[in-house]
């Protein structure tokens, strides 16, 4: 009777204790994936004209609840690498080893010819399955890693119209390849010409080359002419995909048609003075852009160089300073480079004679 008693006790008052830890609910994940290491296949690499290099990068990353491989909706994919270089700095990551909460994450970088020197991985990022970001420079949680790279005969381009350009008129883009080390001209330098969405999106095939003096011609329709245009020598791209963060740029020029070209007015406050005081120079310039920084030129051994800046106001007006250096007289211009807005333009050219 007494062993029936205790064993109906010690049961009422395990049903009265309390559920333990196993039957709580488990805490919100707030902490971010942690980087643990990265390797890259290489430390030194020699690349020269047209060549790409491709080295493999290996990322450990672990997390509570798991890193997730996602993307932002404008074309980037986490996780990633990036390196302190230009262009091709991105590898989309991957899981190859182990679980998404502890894995090795691979990928690709493609080292071209536009790299040089002591070439860094600078940043780390990726979400997990909660959505906690880790945003790191490597450097402040683990040892530096970097590649060596020795690099020549970079392919430099130019792409070039006519400008200002008329609206509704075609126009003929001219794109020129050389080699930064030679000057020389680039002839059957590949090229990829793309316009509008064919900049930023799918599609980059090689769809023209240079011919034996490095140039490249094509007369864009007048529908096609005020979207932006680009043209760009190409590398081997890491996967047959078109992704933004797949091809693989060693070279590049980009721009909008511009229609118009800046005015400049310029008037010295005197056209003569002692040598060596100073003279203000005043005018305007058109279209707006304040803050524009303007140049004064002064006409030397044949050539227009500069002398001294000034900028845009608010008003669109500006004042710089002449300083005429010996007694003689001395021909000015002031020069507004072009940019975004508009083609660059010039005065009419001034003198300041030094007494």
Known sequence: ????????????????????????????????????????????????????????????????????????????????????????????????????????????????????????????????????????????????????????????????????????????????VWDTDTGRPWANAPLVIGNDNGCVESGF???????STGTFRRTVPANQAGALHCAWVPGTSRTSGGGLDNRTIIAIDAAHLRYTRYKVSAKPARTAAPAGSSVDVTGSVSPLNKGKVIRLQRYSGGAWKNVNTGRVRASGRYTVVATPAGKASYSYRVYAPGDGYAVGGSSKAFTVRGT
């Open 1 to 176: 009777m007494r062993r029936h008693l205790l064993l109906a006790i010690s049961l009422t008052t395990a049903l009265l204790v309390p559920a333990g830890p196993a039957g709580a609910a488990p805490a919100a994940d707030t902490t971010p994936p942690e980087l643990k290491s990265i390797e890259l296949s290489r430390s030194a690499v020699t690349v020269s004209g047209l060549q790409t290099v491709m080295i493999d990068v290996r990322v450990r990353l672990t997390d509570e609840t798991g890193v997730e491989p996602t993307s932002d909706g404008v074309g980037g994919s986490f996780p990633y690498v990036a390196l302190d270089a230009t262009p091709n700095n991105f590898a989309e990551l991957e899981l190859t080893e182990g679980t998404p909460q502890d894995g090795t994450w691979t990928g690709q970088v493609a080292v071209t010819s536009a790299w040089q020197g002591t070439v860094r991985v600078k940043h780390v990022a990726a979400y997990d399955k909660a959505w906690n970001l880790l945003d790191v420079d490597p450097d402040t949680v683990i040892d530096p890693v970097a590649v060596q790279v020795t690099s020549s005969h970079r392919p430099g381009i130019d792409m070039t119209f006519p400008e200002p350009a008329t609206r509704g008129k075609p126009i003929v883009m001219t794109v020129r």
């Open 205 to 211: 095939r090689v769809n023209g080359r240079t011919g």
